[in-house]
């Protein structure tokens, strides 16, 4: 009987295994899809914009009479609030999964971990208003009486704030995996606490914390209703974090919710930026895995 079983497989296995192969196509017809509809409203922008004058222009004004298609403004806009972010998360996100993995006791981290996630949860409209009503006009103001009502700080500073939960959910998953044989071995030499967390846990977890740093950078990338509501819809090329600033990604949405006619240039932008912000995330998630893969084979 086992040797028939092993020569003839099951039928069910079968089936099975179609689901999961359909399941995991599913992802990759997607993001074909996406590719092609952006491409084909990419070429027909560039048909009429020269493509030097999108991706080095400065000037982004697509609705005026005298139209000007130069990217940089969106992209400078989108990195900067981007920077802000992940200067937050990062410190916080780390931060609280170390003590969530090695310090806090199993009552404490039921509590804080609900948090967490609770926080992770609440829809980003809201963390535009209260980025808007409460950060800005109550502790930024106070800060810098010159601060715009629509600034990239204050939307920087709580979009960092709702990417945290990711980064620590993750990057504490990540730590409380590493065998506690290393850290029963790293004490039996005489560490601390604190040298077992720097030289043997955090080494020991870095591909799962630094594939945590890429999902919530990405995540800050492609945020919409945080930077509409906060950052202001003005495209500037420019540094200072208390003007307002206009992402790609609130492009796409103001315009897309616009009257533009469809098979104009301006409507065609849309599918340029689309097809720009998809391209350099998905070359910073291809930057990330490989980093990820170094970072894995780097450890003992």
């Given at each position: ?153 204050s939307a920087g500073l709580v979009m960092g ?74 495209p500037r090329m420019t540094l200072n974090p208390?003007?307002?600033m206009q992402t790609m990604t609130s492009y ?49």
């Open positions: 009987m086992s040797d028939l079983l092993r020569g003839r497989p099951r039928h069910a296995e079968r089936v099975i295994m179609g689901v999961l192969v359909a399941a995991a196509s599913v992802s990759i017809a997607t993001t074909i899809g996406i590719m092609a509809s952006l491409l084909v409203g990419t070429i027909a922008f560039l048909r009429e914009v020269p493509i030097v004058e999108f991706l080095l222009g400065t000037q982004w004004t697509p609705l005026f009479d005298d139209a000007q298609y130069g990217v940089l403004p969106l992209v400078s806009g989108t990195l900067v609030i981007t920077a802000i972010a992940v200067a937050v998360a990062i410190p916080l996100g780390l931060g609280s999964a170390i003590y969530l993995s090695e310090y806090a006791s199993g009552t404490v981290r039921g509590i804080l971990k609900p948090v967490l996630e609770v926080l992770a949860g609440i829809p980003t409209v809201v963390f535009g208003f209260f980025a808007l009503q409460f950060v800005t006009t109550t502790l930024l103001r106070a800060a810098f009486p010159g601060i715009e009502v629509f600034n990239a700080l704030i709702m990417i945290m939960p990711m980064v620590a959910s993750l990057g504490e998953d990540a730590m409380s995996a590493v065998p506690s044989g290393l850290r029963d071995g790293s004490y039996a030499l005489g560490a601390s606490r604190r040298q077992t967390v720097i030289r043997v846990v955090i080494p020991a977890a870095m591909s799962g914390i630094v594939a945590a740093f890429v999902l919530a950078i990405s995540r800050a990338i492609g945020e919409t209703m945080i930077v509409t509501v906060a950052a202001g819809l003005r208390l003007e307002g796409i949405a103001a315009a897309g919710s616009g009257d533009l006619s469809t098979g104009s240039v301006a409507y065609q932008s849309i599918f340029a930026v689309g097809f720009l912000l998809f391209a350099m995330t998905l070359l910073m998630n291809v930057a990330g895995i490989r980093l990820v893969r170094r970072t894995r084979r780097a450890l003992p």
